[in-house]
C-alpha cells in the first residue's frame, strides 16, 4: 500500500519484516470511523488503526512497517473482491471473484461468527451445460476449473469438482451409454477430456434419480488427452457406440464406448471446430457425422472418409442468372416489336444494354463467415446458421398499423423497390424503341 500526500508518494506501508500488507492485490479500501480496512485477493480483511495518517518512513527505505489491529482470513482459494453493508448491525456482504457470497461478522469479539457462506456459484460465463435423460439434474462447467452438478427443482447444488485447466464443454452422456444416467465427459481448454461419474456417497450407486443436497460426488473414471487446444464439443454417435471430440486444434478424434474408452482415429479440417452433429435415426441408410468449422466450412465424415464442403453467398449468384433472364425476355419483346431490324442493329441493342446494366459480381465474403451451428434434416440434406452471411440492414421502423409482422413489411418494401426498378427500365425501353422507329 502506498500513502500519497498531495501529488507524490510519501511512504510505502508494510508489516513487520517488510512484508506486504496482503499476498495478493487490494481490491478495495473501506475507511470508517478512523479505522481502515483493506479487503485482499488473499482472502483476508485487515483492519488498521487511523495512525496511517500520521505514517512518516523512519529511514531511506522509504518504508512503514505497520500490524493490522484485527484481522480476519477466510480461508483457501478465496479471493475478496468487495464489501456491502448488510442491514444486520456489525455484519457485510463480501463477493468472491471464485464466485462465492460471504457474510462476515466483524465485531470483533469473544462471540465473533464464524464466516458464512450464503451462495456459491460458477466465476464467470458458463461454457458447457447439459441435463439428465433420466432424472431431474443439470451439469455445467466454466474456465473457473469447476464441474459443478445441480438439482433444479429443488434449486440446490449437489456436487462440485475442481480441476487445474478450465472446463470448455460438457455433454452428459446417454441412459444407452452408461444405464445409470450418470456419467460426464468434461472437456477442457488443455485438450484433455474427462469421464466424470456422479455417485452417491452412502450407497455407491451412480445416482439415477433426485439427490438430496450433500450424499452426491463426482469420481474420475478416465481420462483422455486427444487434443493440444480446447476442446469445444463432444457428441455421441445415434447408436451410442462411438464418440467424437473437436477442438480448436482443427482435429476430430473418434472413441469406441464402453468400460474403457478405446481410441479409433481422427481426421483434420480447415480450422478451428465449431461444433459436431451425428445423422439422426430417420437417416436409415447413412451414419455420417457433420463436423462445423469456425471459418464457415462443413466437413461430412462417414466411416473416415470425408466430404468437404466450402459454402459462399448464392445471393448474388440468383441475381445474376435473373438479370440475364430479364435481358434475354428484352431482347424477345424487341425482335416482336421491330421483326424488321437485322441481326447486326439486334447486336448493337444487346451490348448496349451490357454496357449500361453490368451483371452484379459473385460476392465471396472475406474474411469467411463464421458458421454458428448446424443439423441435419432429410438424407443428404443439413441447415447451416451462418453469422453475418447474407445480412441485410436494420428493419425500419413500421409506420402502418395494418401491418402483420416485421418479415411481412421487409417483404413488401423490398416488393415495392423491385417494382419501381422494373418500371423504371420499362420507360427506358420504351424510349429506346420509340427512337429506332423515329
Keep these: 500500500m502506498l500513502l500519497w500526500e498531495g501529488g507524490l508518494i510519501k511512504v510505502e506501508l508494510c508489516r513487520k ?3 506486504t500488507c496482503h499476498s495478493g492485490t487490494i481490491y478495495q479500501f473501506n475507511l470508517d470511523e478512523g479505522e481502515l480496512m483493506t479487503i485482499g485477493s488473499d482472502g483476508a480483511v485487515r483492519l488498521n488503526l487511523e495512525t496511517i495518517d500520521t505514517a512518516d518512513a523512519i529511514d531511506d527505505s522509504g518504508l512503514f512497517e505497520i500490524e493490522p489491529m484485527n484481522q480476519i482470513i477466510i480461508g483457501r482459494n478465496v479471493s475478496l473482491y468487495s464489501m456491502v453493508k448488510s442491514a444486520i448491525p456489525e455484519t457485510s456482504i463480501w463477493f468472491d471473484s471464485n464466485g462465492y457470497i460471504w457474510k462476515l461478522d466483524l465485531s470483533f469479539s469473544n462471540i465473533t461468527q464464524n464466516p458464512e457462506c450464503l451462495f456459491l456459484f460458477h466465476a464467470g460465463a458458463i461454457q458447457g451445460m447439459d441435463v439428465s435423460e433420466s432424472s431431474h439434474l443439470m451439469a455445467t462447467t466454466t474456465l ?6 445441480f438439482d433444479f427443482l429443488s434449486k440446490k447444488e449437489l456436487t462440485v469438482s475442481r480441476f487445474k485447466q478450465g472446463g470448455t464443454t460438457l455433454t452428459w452422456a446417454s441412459d444407452m451409454v452408461n444405464t445409470a444416467g450418470g456419467l460426464l465427459v468434461v472437456g477442457f481448454d488443455d485438450g484433455v477430456v474427462r469421464l466424470l461419474e456422479l ?10 434419480g433426485r439427490t438430496h443436497s450433500g450424499d452426491a460426488e463426482l469420481r474420475l473414471r478416465q481420462a483422455l488427452k486427444p487434443h493440444n487446444a480446447p476442446v469445444t464439443t463432444i457428441a455421441f454417435e445415434r447408436t451410442r ?3 467424437a471430440t473437436g477442438s480448436a486444434d482443427s482435429t476430430v478424434f473418434f472413441f469406441r464406448v464402453g468400460e474403457r474408452y478405446r481410441p479409433i482415429g481422427f481426421v483434420t479440417v480447415p480450422c478451428p471446430v465449431q461444433g459436431l452433429e451425428w445423422s439422426p435415426q430417420s437417416h436409415v441408410r447413412e451414419n455420417t457425422l457433420l463436423i462445423f468449422c469456425q471459418n464457415g466450412d462443413v466437413v461430412e465424415v462417414q466411416y473416415l472418409p470425408t466430404m468437404h464442403f466450402c459454402f459462399s453467398s448464392i445471393k448474388s449468384q440468383i441475381k445474376a442468372r435473373k438479370e440475364k433472364k430479364e435481358r434475354k425476355k428484352r431482347l424477345k419483346k424487341l425482335k416482336e416489336q421491330k421483326p424488321e431490324a437485322t441481326e447486326e442493329e439486334l447486336q448493337e441493342e444487346e451490348e448496349k444494354d451490357e454496357e449500361e446494366e453490368e451483371l452484379p459480381p459473385l460476392y465471396i465474403s472475406s474474411p469467411p463467415s463464421p458458421l454458428h451451428c448446424g ?5 443428404g440434406s443439413f441447415w447451416l446458421s451462418m453469422v453475418g452471411l447474407e445480412m441485410e440492414k436494420a428493419a425500419q421502423d413500421i409506420e402502418d398499423p395494418s401491418a402483420y409482422s ?16 422494373a418500371e423504371q427500365r420499362k420507360q427506358e425501353r420504351r424510349k429506346k424503341l420509340a427512337e429506332l422507329q423515329s
Design 17 to 19: 519484516g517488510g512484508h
Design 144 to 149: 473457473d476449473s469447476s464441474v459443478r452438478v
Design 199 to 208: 455417485y452417491n456417497t452412502q450407497s455407491l450407486h451412480p445416482v439415477a
Design 241 to 243: 457406440k462411438i464418440m
Design 375 to 379: 443439423f441435419y434434416s432429410t438424407p
Design 406 to 421: 416485421i418479415e411481412t413489411a421487409k417483404q413488401k418494401l423490398e416488393l415495392d423497390r423491385m417494382q419501381k426498378e
